[in-house]
């Protein structure tokens, strides 16, 4: 059983920047993929991109790509999410999500992290 | 891009009656296609699979079928926990993504 643990609410000013994390325990870091996905107030699941640590690649919905980078560190289990040029559409609970390699689904989910994007 | 499209947006139904709600794919996912169900303040928990196949711990009343661009997601006899909002999603081969449906409210009558 994979748990997914992630970092705490953040209150950011538009234009900088936000860095959540996301650390796993209960399975092999590397065997599996991790995405992130955020939710608007009242709104949908979208999908921003995700990482398969034991290759360290990284793909991005292209809504995101430029502004979004997906990292992992295999020493600590523990994956990241920056995204930059912060706006206050930006403001939502994002969600680190993981699957199988290749996987088509998220089989587990953290808690979320609220990100304010606020002047 | 793969668009998911659900269906109704909101279903008000009472304790013990089917729920039966719909994703339809713009084009072929083959069966490649799972549900989520989100409480409020609460992550999404996986319900179903490859279109039907039951996640560890989802309970018999939760069914999926489906292939191609037609799903569907069915409660048997709905469980006063069984009110929330429901997501269907996709993974397409190329390029490498994930799209959500627009959700599926199931409120109580």
């Known amino acids: 059983q994979v748990q997914l643990v992630q970092s705490g609410a953040e209150v950011k000013k538009p234009g900088s920047s936000v860095k959540v994390s996301c650390k796993a325990s209960g399975g092999t870091f590397s065997s599996y993929a991790i995405s992130w996905v955020r939710q608007a107030p009242g709104q949908g699941l979208e999908w921003m991109g995700g990482?398969?640590?034991?290759?360290?690649?990284?793909n991005y919905a292209q809504k995101f790509q430029g502004r979004v980078t997906i990292t992992t560190d295999e020493s600590t289990s523990t994956a990241y999410m920056e995204l930059s040029s912060l706006r206050s559409e930006d403001t939502a609970v994002y969600y680190c999500?993981?699957?199988?390699?290749?996987?088509?689904?998220?089989?587990?989910w953290g808690q979320g992290t609220l990100v304010t994007v606020s002047s | 891009e793969i668009v998911l499209t659900q269906s109704p947006a909101t279903l008000s139904l009472s304790p013990g009656e089917r729920a039966t709600l719909s994703c339809r794919a713009s084009?072929?996912?083959?069966?490649?296609l799972a549900w989520y169900q989100q409480k409020p303040g609460q992550a999404p928990r996986l319900l179903i699979y490859d279109a039907s196949n039951r996640a560890t711990g989802i309970p018999a009343r939760f069914s999926g079928s489906g292939s191609g661009t037609d799903f569907t997601l069915t409660i048997s006899s709905l469980e006063p926990e069984d009110f929330a909002v429901y997501y269907c999603?996709?993974?397409?081969?190329?390029?490498?993504?994930?799209?959500f449906g627009q959700g599926t409210k199931l409120e109580i009558k």
């Open positions: 999603q996709q993974r397409s081969n190329w390029p490498p993504e994930y799209t």
């Open positions: 084009q072929s996912v083959s069966s490649y």
């Open positions: 999500a993981s699957g199988a390699v290749a996987g088509t689904r998220f089989d587990y």
């Open positions: 990482i398969i640590p034991i290759f360290g690649t990284a």
